[in-house]
């Protein structure tokens, strides 16, 4: 069973660049500077910005469900970021080296099962979880932080 790692849509960062630190304030979002690579990965590029990058870290929704799994964090958006468009069944390198939490969600957005994976057992994870016909779609965050990474759909 193939997969497809979704990218956050650029789009919804467009506006970014333009605004001034006090509009970026008022909605509770930062502008950056990358210092060190990896330490920066974009939810956009699904890419570790590189050192001298611009950055924006805010807040964002990325499980919208209207279930006690409704959920959110912080996540970093590279300035000027290109919507990955990743082949099916690819882990990007900003996951792969990383250990990450996967949690697979029903149709209706509630929890059906959850696991940690590193490295290249990331993609086995997904395909085992997969497996389970309540599964419809997978979120992946990073272990540590325990930020959102990237939606996971059946291809």
Known sequence: MSF???ALPAGLFADLPGLSEADLAAHLVQRQTVDSCPGYPCRVSLEDARIGETVYLLHFTHQP?????????????REHAVTANLPLG???EMIRKRMI??????????LVNADVASGEAVATQIVAFFQDPL????????AKQGCFAARVERA
């Not at 939490?101 to 509630?110: E, K, P, Q, V, Y």
Request: net charge neutral.
């Open 4 to 6: 497809h790692i979704r």
């Open 65 to 77: 469900a209207a279930t006690p799994f409704r959920a959110s964090h912080a996540i970093f958006v």
């Open 90 to 92: 690819e882990v990007p």
């Open 101 to 110: 939490s996967l949690r697979a969600f029903n149709a209706d957005g509630m």
């Open 135 to 142: 599964t419809d779609y997978i979120h992946l965050h990073f």
